[in-house]
């Protein structure tokens, strides 16, 4: 049997600035009103950089887990806002955490930390010990902050996760990860410029790619529905996530959501929300998560996860 692996810490950052709805009414023709209800949010967090934001949920992680950085064998950073063209921005995070394993980032735009879970753990499989996934997006960067229809909604953020091998068991118990690049131009941002995105028809996506990739990985985990103690989804828009809870047969007692005060923040948004689950004391050793969801490409991605160090 392959080993297997289990996550031993977790980390976030956050940037200082925060936006509220009403400061956005100030320069935008839109209204705190509009924007709860058709989005869920009500403030934001705006600034840093990639490097900064996944350098600081990184260091926490570690911390929490309770090892030392020479214990990382490899950083994988999920990020659609990377600081620089070259090199990858966990080349700099490597170095400010003073790691001394292999990085590299992925894209898979909102979709990123799950697909980087799956990466993570395919690394653990064949030989890494331990693992660190940093999922960390600064979207402020490629949004245009006149546009209301993308500014009201993307902001930024960093979570992280430390997996650990396990010889005789495995909480990972099931996964899914796809994409259909015929959506790419429904988001998209050209090289130096600013996000563009077909809101109504990114919605009804993105529900059905959501629901469609949490039946395959509960399918894969020989699990339903009724065995999920908590939903964590990327944070999009509360009307994604209610319609998508909905169709899964999941109340909404049982999301985790953090859209209010994060808005979407692309790769960080599963972890935060996750985190967020942590400290409120809503997840137990021996829950079963389901992290489920979208991003540009148009990518989805699940997994099924077995709590518990
Ligand atoms: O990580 C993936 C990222 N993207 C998403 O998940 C986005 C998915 N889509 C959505 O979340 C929603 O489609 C939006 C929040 C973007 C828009 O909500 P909607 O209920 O689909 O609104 P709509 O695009 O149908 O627009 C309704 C109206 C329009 O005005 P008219 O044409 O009816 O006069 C918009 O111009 O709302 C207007 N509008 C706004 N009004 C006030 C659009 N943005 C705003 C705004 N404030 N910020």
Redesign the pocket.
């Known amino acids: 049997m392959l080993p297997g692996a289990a996550v031993v810490g977790w980390g976030t950052a956050l940037p200082p600035v925060v936006v509220t709805n009403k400061d956005l009414e100030a320069y935008?023709?839109?209204?705190d009103e509009?924007?709860t209800e058709?989005?869920g949010i009500k403030e934001r967090r705006i600034g840093g950089t990639v490097a900064e934001l996944a350098t600081q949920a990184g260091k926490m992680a570690i911390v929490n887990s309770g090892i030392v950085p020479s214990d990382i064998d490899l950083l994988v950073l999920a990020t659609t806002t990377p600081d620089e063209s070259v090199p990858a921005t966990s080349a700099v995070v490597h170095s400010a955490l003073g790691l001394s394993g292999a990085a590299f980032d992925i894209n898979a735009?909102?979709s990123g930390f799950v697909y980087g879970l799956t990466v993570a753990r395919g690394a653990i499989a064949t030989g890494c010990s331990r693992v660190l996934l940093i999922g960390a997006d600064v979207l402020s960067r490629i949004t245009d902050k006149m546009d209301?229809?993308?500014?009201?909604?993307f902001a930024d953020g960093a979570g992280a996760l430390i997996l650990e091998r396990r010889e005789d068991s495995d909480n990972f118990l099931g996964w899914d990860i796809g994409i259909d690049g015929s959506l790419h131009d429904l988001?998209y941002a050209e090289l130096g410029g600013y996000i563009k995105?077909q809101?109504?028809d990114?919605?009804r996506k993105?529900v059905q790619a959501m629901v469609g990739s949490a039946r395959s990985a509960l399918e894969r985990a020989s699990l339903t529905t009724d065995d999920i103690s908590l939903v964590v989804p990327?944070q999009?828009?509360l009307?994604?996530i209610e319609a998508a809870a909905a169709r899964l047969n999941i109340p909404m007692e049982r999301v985790a959501v953090s859209i209010d005060h994060n808005g979407?923040t692309?790769s960080a948004s599963i972890p935060l929300a996750l985190v967020d689950a942590i400290d409120a004391g809503r997840i137990a050793d021996g829950d079963i998560i389901l992290l489920t969801g979208?991003?540009?490409g148009m990518t989805w991605a699940s997994a099924v996860i077995r709590w518990g160090r």
């Open positions: 935008l023709d839109t209204s509009w924007i058709r989005t735009a909102c209301r229809s993308t500014a009201v909604l988001l995105m809101g109504r990114v919605f993105a990327h999009a828009n009307r994604i979407n692309s979208f991003g540009a």
